[in-house]
């Protein structure tokens, strides 16, 4: 089959971590290498932001990556990049000629835009199909006003929801979400996110711990992700007599002493320093990908204690390292993480609550070993990449089997 991905603003060549760059850079380029080894054609579409880069880059053998001219050609904020979504779906179509895929599949709202538009200049009928990877319903919800998108999104992302052919949902909540935005649940399907379970494995080196204990917390420095929270159940751990304990804080923006400039990482030492703790905190900054299997295997935990999470990578990582996950009830978190099997779940923004689970599981090696067991079985069995794109080209193929009112008005409106 051959396939188009649209990716706006997070290449599958983007380095993870930066300000625009993480889950959904990792998501679209392991599920189309994974779809690319089942055969299929498939060619991810994202902007270009930098003007050396090549109109194509063959990742491997039936997947490719075109970036395409939409805007001025360097880094724009993904929150600033909807007035060229149009310039966008025009050059995909052009791309296409007279041979389209048979689905375009949309990440992100603005994707989702450019798949449809895309697939209504399209020479040939379009399944479009459509991977949101956050909301901004939900986004709103708990950053008010904070929340940097565009005004536009408060009613383009519901018509996009309505308009595509199908829905590729990545967690349950997700679906009570759409369907409150006006998605029909007939047109839903729940295809989770993967991990590389050959990359990210329980056997393996693991980092020298400086202290008895060892946890992290993986990712972007961006209040919503609770690393506040992380730090603040240190001074509870206190109470409860555990202080031979580290945090290592992975992420942060890209470059060389660029943590000493991050407003986020000063707020966050300030903290630690704040609440006696600041010794026992360390701030590794990026690390890259090929290095987190190795800093995974040496913590008791990983906490994940977000807000809000749309999917989550980062506990699938540790289960997949074999390291119980303590997760806050939100999102997909509640999906992947399986309370006291795979791991401890939390209430979000509750230092005393995290700091008993670690107690609990640092208490008890027997228990923790068990839960670590049991993630990596999981993350094997439900979330390999393998098994993710068997699920997606699923879904793809009763798409483009079945009649869709939605597709046969894209090519009348084309004809007209």
Not at 138 to 166: F, I, L, N, Y
Not at 302 to 329: H, K, Q
Request: proline share 6%; glycine share 10%; charged share 20%.
């Amino acid at each position: 089959m051959k396939i188009a991905m649209i990716s706006e603003h997070a290449s599958p060549l983007a380095a993870i971590g930066g300000v625009d760059a993480g889950g959904q850079n990792v998501h679209v380029a392991a599920l189309s290498t994974a779809l690319a080894e089942r055969g299929h054609q498939v060619s991810v579409y994202t902007r270009r932001d930098d003007p050396q880069l090549p109109e194509r880059v063959q990742v491997c053998q039936g997947f490719e990556v075109v970036h395409v001219d939409a805007g001025p050609p360097e880094p724009i904020s993904k929150d600033l990049i909807l007035p060229y979504m149009g310039e966008l779906a025009r050059s995909v179509a052009a791309d296409w000629g007279t041979t389209p895929p048979a689905v375009v599949h949309g990440h992100f709202w603005m994707s989702g835009l450019a798949a449809l538009q895309a697939a209504r200049l399209a020479e040939a009928p379009v399944a479009v199909a459509q991977t949101f990877h956050a909301l901004g319903t939900v986004k709103r919800r708990h950053q008010g006003a904070a929340d940097t998108s565009p005004e536009e999104r408060s009613w383009m992302e519901p018509a996009v929801a309505q308009d595509v052919d199908c829905i590729v949902a990545t967690c349950s909540d997700e679906v009570f979400e759409l369907r409150a935005m006006g998605a029909e649940g007939q047109r839903i399907s729940i295809v989770p996110c993967g991990v590389d379970t050959d990359l990210f494995t329980a056997q393996g080196p693991a980092e020298a711990r400086g202290r008895r204990y060892r946890i992290a917390s993986i990712g972007r420095l961006v209040p919503r992700k609770g690393v506040a929270t992380v730090i603040a159940s240190l001074a509870e751990l206190a109470k409860l007599g555990i202080t031979d304990i580290e945090l290592v804080i992975i992420g942060g923006a890209g470059g060389a002493g660029s943590l000493e400039s991050d407003p986020e990482a000063a707020r966050l030492r300030h903290l630690a320093n704040e609440l006696g703790v600041g010794d026992q905190v360390i701030f590794r900054g990026q690390l890259p990908r090929e290095q987190m299997p190795q800093l995974i295997r040496s913590c008791n935990a990983v906490v994940c204690d977000p807000w809000y999470e749309p999917f989550g990578i980062v506990p699938l990582e540790a289960m997949a390292c074999g390291v119980p996950v303590i997760a806050s009830t939100v999102g997909g978190l509640v999906d992947t993480v399986v309370d006291s099997v795979t791991g401890l779940h939390i209430p979000p923004r509750d230092e005393a609550a995290l700091a008993q689970a670690l107690q609990r599981l640092l208490n008890d090696e027997q228990f923790a070993a068990r839960m670590g067991a049991a993630g990596r079985e999981r993350a094997v069995t439900r979330y390999s990449w393998q098994r993710i794109a068997a699920d997606t080209e699923r879904v793809y193929g009763q798409l483009v089997s079945r009649p869709s009112a939605a597709r046969d008005e894209r090519m009348m409106g084309r004809a007209q």
